[in-house]
């Protein structure tokens, strides 16, 4: 399928995904929305993928929602959003694990899309920025959800109320990114981490997802049933019996994703 203002490569389970207009700092347009909330159901479909990679093409990760092309002269009152199907809704639900690859600034828009990634890994020139009361808005994308459980509430609330930009070290040392790298290892170094996570039964990789999100709105009682539920069904998988095996022939699984 063909992504507009996107790329898309898939190469040994890992599916990545590259905002593509380095022009305009990887501005979210119309048509780039459409293709990320596609291209993120589309990969959830997909039985060959079992890591997603985000991250921007030139300098930036993303410099948020494109206000011009969205908005012109004439406000926002007549924009309407399906937000059922948003790449912030196809993104949270989606249950296998993303990574952002955080090659620049990320603003805005931008700064959300970073956040509802599992895990993020940060190039030194890397930022993260809740400037959305400096224009007049708010996080509409996940951020006013994310924040508060990521960082507590009053750190959530400097961030937010004060339009904080925090470059790559801040990020890391709040827990918002998992780790800081040089800027030309960034791309080796999250292939790595993905090539780590695509190793490993698929199954139970995305059960493991499915229950943490769960998780968060549930008490402990139910959790642990539920966690109980999904291990009847991978005892069941070829993979946890390949785990077993692997595991006293002392030597690396083999997973199939079955």
């Given at each position: ?13 890992i599916a990545t995904i590259t905002l593509n207009r380095p022009e305009a700092l990887n501005a979210i347009s119309l048509p780039m929305l459409n293709s990320l909330a596609a291209a993120l159901r589309d990969v959830d ?18 410099a948020g929602l494109d206000l011009k092309e969205m908005f012109g002269s004439g406000g926002g009152a007549g924009i309407r959003f399906d937000l059922n199907n948003s790449p912030p809704m196809a993104l949270h639900t ?165």
């Open positions: 399928m063909e992504y507009e203002d996107l790329l898309y490569e898939k190469d040994g389970g479909r997909d039985p060959e993928v079992r890591v997603v990679v985000i991250t921007g093409a030139g300098r930036g990760f993303c989606l249950d296998k694990p993303v990574i952002c690859s955080l090659n620049g600034p990320a603003a805005g828009y931008g700064f959300d899309l970073a956040l509802g990634c599992d895990i993020r890994i940060a190039s030194e020139k890397g930022q993260l920025g809740a400037v959305f009361t400096r224009r007049g808005i708010l996080p509409e994308s996940g951020g006013t959800w994310m924040l508060p459980r990521l960082l507590g509430w009053a750190k959530a609330s400097e961030l937010v109320f004060r339009g904080k930009v925090l470059d790559a070290q801040e990020a890391l040392s709040l827990g918002l990114v998992n780790a800081v790298v040089p800027h030309e290892r960034l791309a080796e170094e999250t292939r790595a981490w993905a090539e780590e996570i695509a190793g490993n039964a698929p199954l139970a990789v995305q059960a493991a997802k499915r229950l943490m999100r769960l998780a968060l709105e549930e008490s402990y009682e139910a959790s642990v049933h539920h966690a109980y539920l999904q291990f009847l069904p991978l005892f069941a998988t070829e993979d946890f019996k390949e785990g077993v095996s692997a595991f006293l022939e002392k030597r690396p699984p083999s997973f199939k994703g079955r």
